[in-house]
């Protein structure tokens, strides 16, 4: 998924020069893609690492010197500087360096520390670096190096303009959701999950947003490849509030603004970005074949046990393979956060595809018919229900923040967090009323096994007291 930022930078220095400017803080993950440019489209260079890590620990030291420094004595001083040494070249390690590379400098900085005030404890040192030892915003502020990193770009300008610069980039992010300590919890978390699991609800991506209040004016611009939509975008300290000026929402791009004057306080924030499988073409058609096979799986139900039939047979087992082969390109296609995003739909289909290649295979080896009539069940009732669930993800109301939404009326004045609450109640109402739908569905399909149905002469009627026989008096 492809996010960007947009920022203004207003340089300080009075005098025309090769301006550093920050353009924020970013994952440490690699980003191969990562490219910069100013308001008239032009590439900027974006400083190297190692050059990042000595503007990043020179920033860092100026920042914290003057508070380190405050207590040390003259004669002092030298010995103090050649412990902040070491520390600059530990914060540039830290900058530098991987996560867990970084936090494990982090850990050694702590330990020379120690070692050193534990020789000098008694000196001016000692106490110089007593302080920063019991420093819990020093150790923080070194645990967010580690966690992120400034990244500076040169931009050739007058200093005392205002430049819009644009950062456009491809995000790689775990997917990890939150996990509880306890097992009942946990299994209560999964059942809830299950209807963004299976396609039929939304699924958030929270990210942390560090430069919001950095710059002017903040924009994330959320790009969606194909097989996933967004539904609704917007920062998580305004999620109880309607959607504003600042939040554009289509189906393949989202944007969220955020303006910060010079007056107010920075405050870091969250974007949430509510995704789901896009209802395309691909979800329609995989409905239909998921039918066909239904179809299929109840005519092999109905003859299975009929011995002159073979060529019929072979037929239905003909319908049976081909839906399934074009149901398996639909199943892998696509990038990989659309594959994890549709992986729920994709099992269902993968396994509905699996049973009606086993119902190929007996009817291609001429079991006997009550193996053919249990497989064909089985492929009935499960293409019922994976029809179902399909047609779902392509019909269901999503509370869109779009022009494609069919609610647009209700979306306008509803919040996100309440459009992500309808949404959620629906597709729980659906997942627990639909396989209560297929059960009796197969009840019927059993009751009515050697009748004939469509053609009886009190075809629906019949139909419906299968359903209902032997459930209801």
């Known amino acids: 998924m492809e996010s960007g930022q947009q920022g203004a930078a207003t340089p300080q220095v009075q005098a025309v020069r090769s301006l550093l400017v920050p353009l924020g803080w970013f994952p440490k993950d690699r980003l191969p893609d990562l490219q910069v440019s100013d308001g008239v489209g032009a590439t900027l260079p974006v400083l190297t690492r190692d050059e990042q890590g000595r503007v990043a620990a020179s920033l860092f030291t100026d920042r914290w010197q003057a508070t380190a420094f405050a207590n040390v004595p003259q004669y002092a001083l030298r010995g103090v500087e050649e412990v902040w040494d070491v520390?600059?070249?530990?914060?540039?390690?830290?900058?530098?360096?991987?996560?867990?590379?970084?936090?494990?400098?982090?850990?050694?900085?702590?330990?020379?520390?120690?070692?050193?005030?534990?020789?000098?404890k008694r000196a001016a040192r000692g106490s110089f670096i007593l302080s920063l030892l019991k420093s819990s915003r020093f150790w923080e502020s070194l645990g967010r190096l580690a966690r992120i990193r400034l990244m500076v770009a040169r931009l050739a300008g007058v200093p005392g303009e205002t430049y819009v610069l644009t950062i456009r980039f491809t995000e790689p992010f775990t997917y990890s959701p939150q996990r509880s300590s306890s097992v009942v919890k946990e299994i209560i978390a999964s059942i809830r999950r299950l209807p963004s699991l299976l396609g039929v609800a939304s699924v958030p991506i929270v990210r942390d947003a560090g430069n919001a209040g950095q710059a002017a004016s903040l924009w994330v611009i959320f790009q969606m490849p194909p097989g996933i939509e967004s539904v609704r975008c917007f920062w998580r300290s305004h999620e109880a509030e309607v959607k504003g000026d600042n939040?554009?929402?289509?189906?393949?791009?989202?944007?969220?603004g955020k303006h910060h004057s010079p007056t107010s306080e920075p405050r870091a924030d969250s974007s949430v970005l509510d995704i789901q499988v896009a209802a395309t073409s691909d979800v329609t058609t995989t409905a239909i074949l998921a039918v066909i096979l239904f179809f299929v799986g109840a005519y092999l139900y109905k003859i299975g046990a009929g011995g002159g039939a073979s060529e019929l047979v072979a037929l239905a087992s003909l319908f049976a393979a081909t839906p399934a082969a074009a149901a398996g390109v639909l199943a892998y296609r696509g990038p990989s956060i659309v594959r994890r995003i549709g992986r729920g739909p994709r099992w269902l289909l993968v396994s509905l595809i699996v049973m009606a290649a086993l119902v190929a295979l007996a009817v291609g080896l001429r079991q006997p018919g009550s193996v053919i009539e249990a497989l064909g069940l089985g492929m009935a009732i499960y293409g019922f229900l994976v029809g179902g669930l399909f047609v779902a993800v392509r019909t269901s109301p999503r509370w869109r923040w779009n022009e494609r939404s069919r609610r647009s009326r209700l979306t306008a004045r509803t919040s996100a967090a309440e459009c992500r609450a309808h949404q959620m109640r629906f597709a729980r109402v659906l997942l627990l009323c639909w396989p209560i739908i297929v059960f009796l569905f197969a009840h019927a399909l059993i009751g009515l096994h050697r009748a004939s149905v469509v053609n009886a002469s009190d075809f629906p009627t019949n139909a419906w007291r299968a359903m209902w026989s032997g459930i209801v008096p």
């Open 87 to 120: 520390i600059r070249t530990a914060v540039e390690r830290i900058v530098t360096s991987s996560q867990d590379g970084a936090f494990l400098v982090i850990y050694r900085l702590r330990r020379f520390l120690a070692a050193e005030h534990y020789r000098a």
């Open 247 to 256: 939040i554009s929402v289509d189906v393949t791009k989202a944007a969220l």
